[in-house]
């Protein structure tokens, strides 16, 4: 099982479970679905889910009884019970499931994992393959990056032009973005409000939050492509970015950007009830806010101590206006330098240290360093390993890190600058996403038996159709960018 129980107790013979067991209980019709069962199930095996009264199991806690007539699965909540549910099908085997008994809390309350849409437009079944398979290995959040230099993804009915002009770009890089190559080919898409609402309720139903990001005011080149407005005086038109790396071009500091970044949250808010909304604040480049006389009078007229100081106004005005539509702001941790709002959660990405740095300054922080959590890294520097960005981040490194019982959660990164396709993204992403389901789940850790219990999980990733990179394979030539 991966991630691995708190609890296992083995037991004597095996539960038969095919398709025609009976399943009773609350959000019995989930359980069939995440099983594969027949909706009138009439065999011989029964599979129970209960709703018990034990404050030691909290939200998303469960035990699992199997005997050779059955299962039960028992819970304080329909978080629990899908989890349970998750388990029995890890377990589940050629000859049906093992009799045992679990237990198992998580020990985060944030279990997530970063999808970059920005840089390579996904269908809708992509995400929806990756919601499947982040249920299984029991994550609960995914985070939708839905805006960059290089894309806006995201419908928002009072600027269409962000999707008509800010979801495509004339070329991408081919290769290496240091080769200075482009492939010449057109790219784009972006996601409706209803596609997106079906997502959030197909997650939703499989226990995972979908978490929105849009890039506010830097990685906005594409809506200043779509909104020359929003930016700041030009010798030529900015377009959507067609090379990766970071855009110099961040949003002015108008009332009228002000309120574009307003109408933008709202609507998002219509579409994602996440609690939390990531609102990005990374890698904000100052060059144009320190030669901007509207810059200049911000500046003077809001009492900062400089242009740099503009990213934490920009932080206050977006989050208070979350904070008004009842949610709440998280930002990366460039934000942290920037006087945040105390409410305001912090995703700890330039290293181990800015997490206790978070801490310190009393924020809820996710722990995300980039040395640990960013699977678009190459797992080995081989020479047959395809283009990453950065690496190496072998399988052992990613299961080592522990982020303390301090922080809300912890989170992979899968940004998508060299991950254009299905093959090249399973690739990167597992089986060190295997690593990071048990980091964040499970209290213990121990890489010996992880190692041993990743070999008979893969078969299962096998089955659901995975181009995972084989554990100790040193390069993959057959893949390609």
Same mark, same amino acid.
């Given at each position: ?309 503009? /990213? !934490?106004?920009?932080? @206050?005005? *977006?989050?208070? $206006? %979350?904070?008004? =539509?009842?949610?709440?702001? &998280? ?115 121990? /890489? !010996?038996?992880?190692? @041993?219990? *990743?070999?008979? $999980? %893969?078969?299962? =990733?096998?089955?659901?159709? &995975? ?15």
């Amino acid at each position: 099982m991966i991630p691995q129980v708190a609890s296992f107790t083995p037991g004597e013979g095996l539960f038969p479970l095919d398709r025609r067991a009976r399943v009773t209980g609350p959000h019995a019709a989930t359980a069939r679905d995440l099983l594969g069962l027949a909706p009138d199930g009439d065999g011989p095996g029964e599979i129970v889910l209960r709703l018990v009264d034990d404050p030691s199991l909290g939200d998303e806690g469960y035990t699992l009884a199997v005997t050779p007539e059955g299962a039960t699965i028992a819970a304080a909540g329909a978080a629990g019970l899908r989890w349970g549910v998750q388990t029995l099908r890890q377990l589940r085997g050629p000859g049906g499931v093992p009799c045992c008994a679990v237990r198992d809390v998580p020990r985060y309350a944030w279990r997530g994992v970063m999808i970059d849409v920005a840089r390579w437009w996904r269908p809708v079944s992509f995400l929806r393959a990756y919601v499947d398979l982040l249920a299984l290995h029991k994550f609960n959040v995914l985070h939708l990056h839905l805006t960059d230099d290089q894309g806006w993804r995201f419908e928002v009915r009072a600027h269409p032009r962000l999707t008509a002009v800010g979801a495509q770009r004339a070329e991408s890089p081919a290769g290496h973005a240091r080769d200075g190559r482009f492939d010449g080919t057109p790219h784009g898409g972006f996601y409706t409000q209803r596609e997106l609402r079906d997502l959030v309720a197909y997650a939703a139903a499989r226990g995972v939050t979908v978490v929105p990001e849009i890039e506010f005011p830097g990685h906005s080149q594409a809506a200043i492509a779509a909104c020359p407005w929003l930016g700041h005086p030009a010798a030529e038109p900015v377009r959507v970015r067609t090379s990766w790396g970071i855009s110099t071009h961040v949003l002015n500091v108008s009332d009228r950007a002000a309120g574009f970044a307003r109408d933008v949250l709202d609507e998002l808010c219509e579409v994602f009830p996440s609690r939390f909304v990531h609102i990005g604040g990374d890698e904000v480049r100052g060059d144009e806010w320190a030669t901007s006389p509207e810059a200049a009078r911000r500046v003077a007229s809001a009492g900062l101590s400089g242009p740099a100081a503009l /990213l !934490g106004w920009w932080g @206050r005005l *977006l989050a208070d $206006h %979350l904070r008004g =539509l009842g949610r709440r702001a &998280v930002a990366w941790d460039d934000m942290l330098d920037h006087d945040p709002p105390e409410d305001m959660a912090i995703m700890a990405w330039r290293g181990v240290d800015r997490v206790e740095a978070v801490l310190r300054a009393g924020h809820d922080v996710v722990a995300a360093p980039h040395t640990h959590t960013y699977l678009d890294y190459a797992e080995s520097d081989g020479p047959g390993e395809p283009v990453s960005i950065a690496g190496p981040l072998p399988l052992e490194t990613v299961y080592g890190y522990d982020a303390g019982d301090r922080v809300l959660g912890m989170q992979a990164q899968l940004w998508g600058e060299y991950l254009p396709t299905r093959e090249r993204f399973d690739y990167n992403a597992f089986p060190r996403l295997c690593a990071v389901a048990e980091a964040a789940w499970s209290s213990g850790r121990d /890489l !010996g038996d992880f190692t @041993r219990r *990743l070999t008979a $999980h %893969l078969p299962l =990733l096998d089955g659901l159709g &995975v181009g995972y990179r084989r554990p100790h394979h040193e390069g993959a030539p057959h893949v390609h960018l």
